[in-house]
């Protein structure tokens, strides 16, 4: 549960960004690259950040199961928007997307060539 | 070299022995397991992290920084805001991955030091012996003036000029920069004097091992002496051994020592004063092309308020490191600012704030770090965001983005006022990469953890020779003085 909300975090973080829609066009495994990128970097957490960060995710999960019916990373991504603007009052969600959204970045630009107009 | 450092499946024995003890092999670990290792003494170095020669260095940042860095690169000071710690993790430590700027302690420092702590033997007479031999050591060059590279840096430097602030090339610890751009994921040229290419060599051909991936987990000690330290290999299952001992050196850096010491029920002071430096990153873009990515970092410094505690540089760029600082603009201002990502240039505003931080280690294994936002701190931090937009500006600078949540790009000087008017701690973004004076020296016990030779109190036998020993932070650069404090120390040892 809780690699399915990142996973649609991290997407929801990349997916706007030229850079992905480039690399995208050459790669469709991206996305999951950068995602498992960010999903190691969480595992490798000491406990007392990594278990937070699973518990907030699988809150988040939960509750877009409760409220879509589907997983987050499974949502078309006008959904995964709207759902994600609506549990910003969570606290610490903050904190878990600056996290996600950094990660997603560090690895998302390792993918070069980009295009020369870029 | 290589066989002198041992991994995982080296570690055949249960238990080894040494007459010197080292954990950690950065800045200060190194220079005391060389020059005791060149004593003829016997020397076995811990490093929690991998060994990784500069031949296996790539422009691959994101494995980079996994391999290197301490938790992968994530390793936060809890507090308002959080601040992001990048600390080095690997043979060499911090070394690998810092930008090799080499800098004396400040003389108006050295003098808090001897005033307020009581330091004798620490001045700048008594330590310039030892900046000249690290300086030999690291092959410490002031950068030249560059027409072609480094433009980030030297539209920086005539800026100041014609601001009348002081400005000056920086000291850096290279041979032959070949402007690779990647300081901060391991030099591929090489001409990084880190650690692992200095100091470590040094010990080995003097018959010390490194024993890499070891992490030390608890120090055995009775009757005000330490014993032996039960370290646990990292990666692959559970495994442990046990190294014993005459001396101790502890040199894990200011989070790790401390952390050391508490877990083993040896210096309560330890890890209570954390200090840190804050460094502010803004995103500049100008009306010509710089290029900045052929060039490197921190090779210019405007100095003028270094006083103060402001320093502000040219930082590394690439375009990772700038749409990460820019995370907290929307993908659409990032679009727009990478499609001009030729004119960009990234700048760091260091500063010395008042805030401390608090390490604990409750949690088990890794310690947790915890800070309080000094409010000072906050007209201290408006202050370098102004004088930073003025040089920007000042250098042709366009349009800036501040490291300030909810800011949008700042194009003059007024609009800076209104965004600095709103802002508020939590809304900064903060990171940090010099963390010291968690085990201060000092001459009395109770506000001190180690004495003026840097051996802890009420124990025999062991010495700290990393940045924690720093009463306080500095300011600058840290790790000349961290090199310099380590062979004062070890001098006085042997």
């Known amino acids: 549960m809780w690699k399915s909300v990142l996973a649609g975090m991290v997407l929801e973080n990349i997916e706007s960004l030229r850079q992905y829609q480039i690399m995208q066009k050459r790669n469709s495994n991206t996305a999951e690259g950068v995602f498992q990128f960010v999903s190691d970097v969480v595992t490798n957490l000491p406990w007392y950040f990594h278990l937070p960060v699973r518990i907030l995710a699988i809150v988040t999960g939960l509750l877009c199961l409760i409220t879509t019916g589907r997983k987050l990373n499974l949502l078309p991504a006008e959904k995964r928007s709207s759902f994600l603007r609506s549990v910003r009052f969570i606290p610490a969600f903050g904190m878990l997307n600056k996290l996600v959204r950094s990660m997603a970045f560090l690895k998302l630009f390792d993918s070069l060539p980009l295009s020369p107009d870029h | ?494």
């Not at chain 2, 995982?8 to 060389?34: F, N, P, W």
């Open chain 2, 1 to 494: 070299m290589k066989d002198s450092i041992l991994d995982r499946q080296d570690y055949t024995e249960k238990a080894y022995r040494c007459q010197y003890l080292i954990v950690g092999t950065g800045a200060g670990g190194s220079v005391a397991g060389a020059l005791l290792a060149e004593r003829g003494r016997d020397v076995i170095f811990l490093e929690e992290g991998g060994y990784f020669p500069t031949e296996s260095y790539t422009s691959d940042i994101s494995a980079m920084t996994a391999q290197l860095y301490r938790n992968r690169g994530v390793f936060p000071l809890l507090g308002k805001p959080s601040i992001a710690l990048a600390e080095g993790c690997c043979v060499g430590g911090g070394t690998v991955i810092n930008g090799a700027l080499i800098c004396h302690t400040p003389s108006w420092v050295l003098d808090e030091w001897q005033n307020d702590y009581g330091l004798k033997g620490y001045g700048l007479n008594e330590l310039k012996k030892y900046f000249e031999t690290v300086e030999r050591d690291l092959h410490v060059v002031r950068h030249e003036i560059e027409e072609n590279g480094n433009l980030d840096s030297m539209k920086l430097l005539k800026a100041s000029e014609e601001l009348g602030w002081k400005c000056d090339m920086a000291t850096r610890a290279v041979n032959d920069c070949k402007n690779g751009n990647s300081c901060p994921t391991g030099c591929i040229s090489g001409a990084k004097q880190s650690a692992l290419v200095t100091y470590l060599p040094r010990a080995l051909n003097n018959g010390a091992r490194i024993f890499s991936r070891c992490r030390a987990v608890r120090i055995i000690h009775s009757g005000g002496k330490a014993r032996k330290i039960i370290v646990r290999v990292m990666g692959g299952g559970p495994k442990r051994i046990e190294i014993s001992f005459d001396h101790l050196v502890v040199a894990g850096g200011a989070v790790q020592t401390p952390h050391l010491l508490r877990r083993s029920g040896i210096s309560g002071l330890a890890g209570r004063n954390l200090q840190f430096h804050m460094n502010l990153k803004v995103v500049a873009r100008f009306k010509d092309r710089l290029n900045a990515e052929q060039g490197t970092m921190f090779t210019v410094q405007m100095q003028e308020f270094d006083r103060e505690g402001l320093l502000i540089m040219a930082s590394n760029i690439k375009r990772h490191y700038v749409a990460m600082t820019l995370s907290q603009h929307t993908n659409e201002e990032i679009n727009s600012v990478l499609s001009n990502y030729e004119n960009l240039g990234i700048f760091t505003a260091m500063i010395r704030p008042k805030s401390v931080a608090h390490i604990s280690s409750r949690f088990g294994d890794q310690p947790l770090v915890t800070y309080r936002f000094d409010p000072d701190d906050l007209s201290m931090i408006k202050l370098a965001l102004r004088r930073t937009a003025k040089l920007l500006f000042q250098a042709g600078a366009i349009e800036l983005y501040m490291p300030v949540t909810g800011a949008g790009k700042i194009r003059s000087l007024p609009e800076l006022e209104q965004t600095l008017d709103r802002v508020r701690p939590e809304n900064l973004e903060i990171v940090t990469v010099h963390i010291m004076a968690s085990c201060p020296m000092g001459t009395d016990p109770a506000v001190s953890a180690v004495n003026p030779d840097g051996k802890l109190w009420k124990m025999d036998n062991i010495l700290v020779t990393d940045a924690s020993v720093l009463p306080s932070s500095i300011g600058k650069n840290p790790q000349g003085t961290i090199m310099a404090f380590a062979h004062e120390i070890i001098n006085r040892h042997v």
